[in-house]
């Protein structure tokens, strides 16, 4: 395999690594396969233009009807023709179903497991990462490109009717806000806690999607909000979520 033959997009950021939590689960598993890949930075902006140009199809439909374009997406020139993959989980069953580990005990979604990971992923999705841009709406802002920042504004304020500053809580609601996410946290540590894991991934020591998933979210609090939400974060459950990203750090690697 040459450097080109797997094509990963990603957002940039103004930091030296990205901060989405999307494609962050999707490095996380293309690093723990040791698969050789090379980074392709697509800003916001030209998430449309780029995958139209590039054949990556739509992951969803917006309310007027076009096709929505979202990263991560993934290019595999080892097929004939390439696959052209988006959608975070897709992309992950993709590769594992392409580039299998001969000990299966290391696989990230085994088929039987995909039900089990999509209540997973639903779950997080509404009890945690929808809970989010009250308290991050301007961490997230400031960690854009500058071009980036322009658009992030301009459709943000649109769909919610208010200035991005007027979107983000403050004192008591913004605590609030906290403590519901933080509660999302705490059935997690508990189920992990009950379903009596050892160490400090979902399955053990091998990573799994599940782990892709929180992980990635775990990537985007350190690297969008390091003075209010990482730090809150990794205080919970008596420093569970650092020690979980401790344990992520050797899939880290941004190339
Ligand atoms: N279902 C998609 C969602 C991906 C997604 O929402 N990505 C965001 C970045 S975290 C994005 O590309 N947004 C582009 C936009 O909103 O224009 C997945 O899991 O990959």
Redesign the pocket.
Same mark, same amino acid.
């Given at each position: 395999m040459t450097t080109t033959d797997i094509i990963f997009l990603d /957002?940039p950021a103004v930091l030296p690594v990205p901060f989405?939590?999307? $494609?962050w689960?999707v490095r996380l598993a293309l690093n723990y396969k040791k698969l050789t890949y090379v980074t392709r930075w697509v800003e916001?902006t030209d /998430?449309?233009s780029v995958c139209t140009s590039l054949g990556i199809p739509p $992951?969803?439909t917006l309310p007027d009807g076009t096709p929505?374009?979202?990263?991560?997406a993934l290019i595999d020139n080892t097929t004939s023709p390439p696959a052209l993959l988006?959608?975070?989980?897709p992309i992950i069953e993709y590769l594992e179903r392409t580039y299998r580990d001969p000990d299966s005990s290391r696989a990230l979604c085994v088929p039987a497991s995909r039900a089990l990971h999509a209540l997973f992923e639903y779950h997080v999705a509404h009890s945690i990462t929808a809970q989010l841009l009250p308290v991050m709406v301007m961490h997230m802002h400031d960690k854009k490109t500058p071009r980036d920042r322009v658009h992030f504004r301009k459709?943000t304020e649109a769909a919610f009717g208010k200035k991005l500053e007027d979107i983000e809580l403050r004192g008591k609601e913004r605590e609030e806000q906290w403590k519901k996410i933080e509660g999302a946290f705490d059935l997690l540590a508990r189920l992990m806690k009950a379903g009596g894991t050892t160490g400090e991934l979902f399955t053990g020591s091998n990573l799994s999607l599940a782990d892709c998933i929180l992980g990635g979210l775990l990537l985007a609090f350190r690297y969008i909000s390091p003075d209010e939400a990482w730090i809150k974060v990794s205080a919970w459950n008596d420093g569970k979520w650092m020690r979980c990203m401790a344990v992520l750090e050797e899939w880290t690697a941004v190339v």
């Open positions: /957002i989405s939590p999307n $494609t689960k916001t /998430i449309a $992951t969803s929505k374009y979202t990263l991560p988006s959608d975070s989980t459709r």
